[in-house]
T-cell receptor, first 113, second 110 residues
Framework: DAGITQSPRYKITETGRQVTLMCHQTWSHSYMFWYRQDLGHGLRLIYYSAAADITDKGEVPDGYVVSRSKTENFPLTLESATRSQTSVYFC????????????FGPGTRLLVL | GQQLNQSPQSMFIQEGEDVSMNCTSSSIFNTWLWYKQDPGEGPVLLIALYKAGELTSNGRLTAQFGITRKDSFLNISASIPSDVGIYFCAGPEYGNQFYFGTGTSLTVIP
């Protein structure tokens, strides 16, 4: 009954380092999403995936890379972290359509020094 | 991109009071969703609306899908301390983009 999980829950890193945030869902949902949440901006879509090996950019994709080799996992990588990427990152999933209700993970709080 | 404007941005109310908030979009939506985010957690779905004019309740929460399909409203009756959090409206635009409002932060004073 895990649903959707994210790891780590908290991460502190330094500018220029590579960081990978993990997302895992147990529902076999087709769609998965990555959002960042910043004060004054609400939730903004970074990348999404319609199925394994299919990914597409969202509203704010620059500086991020995603992959989806398995349906249940959707890692988000910051190849060279910047201070502006300090944020709270949420992963979400939905069934067979991006139009369906999305279910969110608990979030990863990332601080880039 | 799509803009979902929520108002008010924040509310401070006394326990027992009713709460109203709304969300407007610059284009037509076919689905409106309302989420609540507790401090330190991810958003959780409260109510989903699928038809213009639809009025749906979930306990003390009532949400309406505006007739113009460009707005939605959420009401909370007889607020309690655990209603504290940030409330987001959301909706899918044609295609695969899903948009969220900037949120209404609710504080309930016991």
């Amino acid at each position: 009954d895990a649903g959707i999980t994210q790891s780590p829950r908290y991460k502190i890193t330094e500018t220029g380092r590579q960081v990978t945030l993990m997302c895992h869902q147990t529902w076999s949902h087709s769609y998965m999403f990555w959002y960042r949440q910043d004060l004054g901006h609400g939730l903004r879509l970074i990348y999404y995936s319609a199925a394994a090996d299919i990914t597409d950019k969202g509203e704010v994709p620059d500086g991020y890379v995603v992959s989806r080799s398995k349906t249940e996992n959707f890692p988000l990588t910051l190849e060279s972290a910047t201070r502006s990427q300090t944020s709270v990152y949420f992963c979400a999933s939905s069934g067979t359509s991006a139009q369906e209700t999305q279910y969110f993970g608990p979030g990863t709080r990332l601080l880039v020094l | 991109g799509q803009q979902l404007n929520q108002s008010p941005q924040s509310m401070f109310i006394q326990e027992g009071e009713d709460v109203s908030m709304n969300c407007t979009s610059s284009s037509i939506f076919n689905t409106w969703l309302w989420y609540k985010q507790d401090p330190g957690e991810g958003p959780v779905l409260l109510i989903a609306l699928y038809k213009a004019g639809e009025l749906t309740s979930n306990g003390r929460l009532t949400a309406q899908f505006g007739i113009t399909r460009k707005d939605s409203f959420l009401n909370i009756s007889a607020s309690i301390p655990s209603d504290v959090g940030i409330y987001f409206c959301a909706g899918p635009e044609y295609g695969n983009q899903f948009y969220f409002g900037t949120g209404t932060s609710l504080t309930v004073i016991p």
